[in-house]
């Protein structure tokens, strides 16, 4: 049974670009969550998709967004880069948004 | 704003050692907590979890958590630490009802001395 997967698992760009990354739910989970975690920081909560909707989001500008296919996938969308978006990016799948299972992440450096 | 701390950022124990890391959180509602744990090069697991019920919570590795409501706190505990306890714990929270996003402490790095 596979876990939470995404994609890339590293990812350089410069400023003012675009970025797109992609999260694979675990099996039987309907429901996933962004989280943008800094170095030496805990998670902080970008939004949570649940049946193709954003359903919560977090203190984050408009420059992030997302979505989530029929198939419960989802990819988070970054416009116009900032250094200070470097980080790692951690996608989180639940059942109906209750306990949440993490993958490994997609670090993101800007230049 | 909903906020969580956690005490210490930095422990280091000798194996066998007891062990505490401290969590406070923010918010005088309905809660539920969790900890979680990242173990070198490995991604976020969850560790244990209080929903309801007894405040004492087992989890898994012989760690366990204490919900003390009045103090808003939830500490982690294990009684004795092994070397592959080694490893970033991190004390979540998740408050109010229909509020589905996990507020994160800083984490705190465990280094166990062989």
């Known amino acids: 049974d596979a876990g939470v997967t995404q994609s890339p698992t590293h990812l350089i760009k410069t400023r003012g670009q675009q970025v797109t990354l992609r999260c694979s739910p675990k099996?039987?989970?309907?429901?996933v969550s962004w989280y943008q975690q800094a170095l030496g920081q805990g998670p902080q909560f970008i939004f949570q998709y649940y049946e193709e909707e954003e359903r919560q989001r977090g203190n984050f500008p408009d420059r992030f967004s997302g979505h989530q296919f029929p198939n419960y996938s989802s990819e988070l969308n970054v416009n116009a880069l900032l250094l200070g978006d470097s980080a790692l990016y951690l996608c989180?799948?639940?059942?109906?948004?209750?306990?949440?299972?993490f993958g490994a992440g997609t670090r993101l450096s800007v230049l | 704003a909903q906020s969580v701390s956690q005490h210490n950022h930095h422990v280091i124990l000798s194996e066998a050692a007891s062990l505490e890391l401290g969590c406070n959180y923010s918010y005088g509602g309905t809660v539920n907590l969790f900890w979680y744990v990242q173990y070198p090069g490995q991604h976020l697991q969850l560790l244990l979890k209080y929903f309801s019920g007894d405040p004492l919570v087992k989890g898994i590795k012989g760690f366990e958590a204490e919900f003390i409501k009045s103090k808003f706190s939830f500490n982690l505990r294990k009684p004795s630490v092994q070397w592959s306890d080694t490893a970033e714990y991190f004390c979540?929270?998740?408050?109010?009802?229909?509020?589905?996003?996990?507020?994160w402490g800083a984490g705190t790095k465990l280094i166990i001395k062989p």
């Open positions: 979540a929270v998740n408050a109010g009802d229909s509020n589905y996003q996990l507020i």
């Open positions: 099996s039987g989970h309907d429901t």
């Open positions: 989180a799948s639940s059942f109906q948004g209750n306990i949440q299972y």
